[in-house]
């Protein structure tokens, strides 16, 4: 199993990244996927997540309406689409997969990427 995360890097505040996941070892289609970050000195937090069909989107509410979750299970990619972005998204980012549902729980996900990290600054 092995989930590849790319796309961090430096933006400028108000600014964009794209994430891009790719998944391989596992049916990717029987799996929600999600994206959580993790900053400097805090806990591992939910982002955004994407059940199975990629029908239902969810959010962290710090997110809202700046990030977008997509998912293409022809790919097995799950990407995480990042606008207007601010300081307090610099974390180290990682997608994770979990059987059947999409939830906001850490515990949830069986397996995880290696994590790219985002740094926002003017």
């Known amino acids: 199993v092995q989930l590849q995360a790319s796309g961090g890097g430096l933006a400028q505040i108000g600014g964009s990244l794209r994430l891009s996941c790719v998944a391989s070892?596992?049916?990717?289609?029987?799996?929600?996927m999600g994206w959580f970050r993790r900053a400097s000195g805090k806990e591992r937090e939910f982002v955004s997540a994407?059940?199975?069909?990629?029908?239902?989107?969810y959010y962290a509410d710090s997110v809202k309406g700046r990030f977008a979750i997509s998912r293409d299970n022809a790919k097995n990619t799950v990407d995480l689409q990042m606008n207007s972005l601010k300081p307090e998204d610099t974390a180290v980012y990682y997608c994770?997969?979990?059987?059947?549902?999409?939830?906001?729980?850490?515990?949830?996900?069986?397996?995880w990427g290696q994590g790219t990290q985002v740094t926002v600054s003017s």
């Open positions: 070892g596992f049916s990717f289609d029987d799996y929600g």
């Open positions: 994407v059940t199975w069909s990629g029908g239902s989107t």
């Open positions: 994770a997969a979990q059987k059947g549902l999409a939830t906001r729980s850490p515990e949830d996900h069986g397996y």
